[in-house]
């Protein structure tokens, strides 16, 4: 795999994930700390999901969100572009769906809430991404996205760089298979765009009233925005 960029070759990446698929969720687990499962829980409740509702998790990997998001009664369906992710979470109690984040086997307006857990890093182009997820949503829907930011205050963004990140990489590759993977997830998370700028790119897809929330001191951020009605 080679060094993340914003040209990610979604192939290369779709690869890297159906390699390091069975282990991920342990992994994920393991670098986070733990985190990752609080993440997830302040994602589902900003989601707000309601019984009756259809609810797209997109980059679901193997449906581990997907299968929290469904338990207030919505209708929720797993995408992920990585087979081997999906293949891995083949015993959850989640519809599963191979999907393009760009390209997305869904007819219009078919969502009231779109999700995405970690996953919009890893798309060859984000505001293009943004744009064809504002087609399967209902007018007045909803788009959740949580994904690693960038902490606003200095003291703890210099710990993260410096220190966090690289104990995060060696965790990841003492528990993965491929070790070049988790080179490739942190340069990408170095790479991301901080809370504001991710925040203007939402908007420039079309989306409006987009706001964030900042958890665990901002190294992971929660963005919401509606598609006009």
Not at 25 to 52: C, E, H, P, Q
Not at 149 to 161: G, K, N, Q, Y
Request: charged content about 25%; hydrophobic content about 45%.
């Amino acid at each position: 795999m080679s060094r993340a960029s914003l040209d990610k070759d979604p192939r290369d990446v779709a690869a890297m994930f159906d390699d390091v698929a069975s282990g991920y969720d342990r992994a994920n687990s393991v670098m986070t700390f733990g985190f990752d499962r609080r993440w997830r829980i302040t994602t589902g409740r900003v989601l707000g999901a309601k019984r009756g509702e259809r609810v797209l998790d997109l980059a679901a990997g193997t449906g581990v969100s997907t299968v929290e998001f469904s338990q207030a009664g919505a209708w929720c369906v797993a995408a992920d572009f990585s087979l081997g992710m999906l293949r891995s979470g083949k015993h959850r109690d989640v519809p599963m769906v191979a999907a393009d984040a760009l390209r997305l086997p869904f007819a219009d307006e078919s969502f009231d809430a779109v999700t995405i857990a970690f996953g919009l890093r890893n798309f060859v182009d984000t505001k293009a991404a943004l744009t064809e997820i504002a087609r399967v949503v209902k007018p007045g829907g909803r788009l959740v996205i949580c994904e690693v930011s960038t902490p606003p205050f200095a003291p703890i963004r210099l710990v993260h760089e410096k220190v966090l990140m690289r104990a995060l990489t060696w965790l990841g590759k003492r528990q993965s298979s491929n070790p070049e993977a988790y080179s490739y997830l942190a340069e990408s998370m170095a790479a991301w765009p901080d809370q504001r700028r991710l925040g203007e790119i939402i908007a420039s897809a079309g989306w409006e009233n987009v706001e964030w929330l900042n958890l665990t001191f901002g190294v992971v951020a929660v963005h919401r925005a509606t598609k006009p009605e």
